[in-house]
């Protein structure tokens, strides 16, 4: 399967048939030494627009890269979990109209609001399911610390809606540059509520899992944003 993308090579514009293997390529830099394709559907300004990360909206994510395999490039893992599982759950996300796939780098103007998460048991899954599970959203290495922008309780049952702990908060100030994020999804099961929310200001994920014994995470996504204009 294809799709037809713009892509820009070495400054000029040509189209051409991106396959998704290419796409997983751009998202892991595997290009030629000479040449740096960057992919995109939508003008360099509109927001919610795919770079080269080389993720499309729309796109048949099955082929890409593993979840577990861009987690381990870019440290989360072994650094702030063991591991992440890979069959029992996926997340659909978006922030307004525009989805969320693993290795794409958005622009940060969509993401002014909370994003809609819905859990999605994948087909196969085991039959001893979690009823309930805790999302994070966390800003990682945001001023030389983690900043948790988001913590909800999430059920298969609900779809979007959800039970807010920390309310969505994005940081009050931002060096420009690219930032990273990532959703994790945890079973409640291995998780003891607190009295009071974590300091989102100063939230290290590492102490956080470990402290709770959380282990793998049921579910993860990876993404960066960007000032685009």
């Known amino acids: 399967m294809s799709m037809l993308q713009r892509v820009v090579t070495a400054g000029l514009t040509e189209t051409a048939d991106l396959s998704l293997k290419d796409m997983a390529a751009c998202a892991f ?6 040449t740096e394709a960057i ?25 890409l890269p593993t979840t577990s395999t861009l987690l381990k490039k870019t440290h989360i893992i072994p650094d702030l979990l063991d591991s992440v599982e890979e069959n029992g759950f996926f997340l659909e996300i978006a922030f307004g109209n525009f989805q969320v796939f693993n290795g794409i ?12 998460v819905r859990v999605v048991e994948r087909s196969g899954g085991s039959n001893s399911r979690p009823s309930l599970f805790l999302l994070l959203l966390v800003e990682l ?44 999804l945890f079973d409640t099961e291995a998780w003891m509520r607190e009295t009071d929310a974590p300091d989102r200001g100063r939230f290290d994920v590492h102490d956080f899992v470990t402290r709770h014994e959380f282990g793998a995470a049921v579910a993860a996504v990876y993404f960066e944003s960007e000032t685009v204009c």
């Not at 830099?29 to 000479?34: A, E, F, I, L, T």
């Open 105 to 116: 780098i958005i622009d940060r103007e969509v993401m002014h609001g909370p994003p809609s």
């Open 39 to 63: 992919v995109s559907t939508v003008p360099p300004c509109t927001p919610g627009r795919a770079n080269n990360s080389g993720m499309v909206p729309g796109a048949d994510i099955t082929e």
């Open 141 to 184: 290495e945001a001023g030389g610390e983690d900043y948790l922008q988001w913590m909800v309780l999430k059920s298969l049952q609900t779809g979007f809606e959800h039970e807010e702990i920390l309310e969505y908060r994005q940081m009050p100030s931002i060096s420009k540059g690219r930032h990273k994020h990532v959703f994790l």
């Open 29 to 34: 830099g595997v290009v030629d030494s000479h």
